[in-house]
Nanobody, 116 residues
Framework: QVQLVESGGGLVQPGGSLTLSCAASGITSAINTMGWYRQAPGKERELVAVLTRAGTTPYADSVKGRFTISRDKAKNTVYLKMNNLKPEDTAVYYC??????????WGQGTQVTVSS
């Protein structure tokens, strides 16, 4: 059974930092992409950043220069380091994995709230 367990969300003031983690288990195929999406209230889910098997790392324009995605392959864990957070970054952040069989897996989501 595939599990994506997220952690690291919370409440932070504007300009602050958070690091999200997502530990994947039970995935038996190679991973095509591993990364993060977010969904703000009343908005559609959007890509934040992903790591691709091809070695590319697309980021949303709104987070470029502020967020950094990384992966520990040995732990099968992906991280999202978020700096200079803004109120518009407030959302539920979801971990996502797409394997080589094009199975699409989602974590349960972790809330990030940026507010003074």
């Amino acid at each position: 059974q595939v599990q994506l367990v997220e952690s690291g969300g919370g409440l932070v003031q504007p300009g602050g930092s958070l690091t999200l983690s997502c530990a994947a288990s039970g995935i038996t195929s190679a991973i095509n992409t591993m990364g993060w999406y977010r969904q703000a209230p009343g908005k559609e889910r959007e890509l934040v950043a992903v790591l691709t098997r091809a070695g590319t790392t697309p980021y949303a324009d709104s987070v470029k220069g502020r967020f950094t995605i990384s992966r520990d392959k040995a732990k099968n864990t992906v991280y999202l380091k978020m700096n200079n957070l803004k109120p518009e970054d407030t959302a539920v952040y979801y971990c996502n994995v797409v394997d080589s069989r094009w199975n699409n897996y989602w974590g349960q989501g972790t809330q990030v709230t940026v507010s003074s």
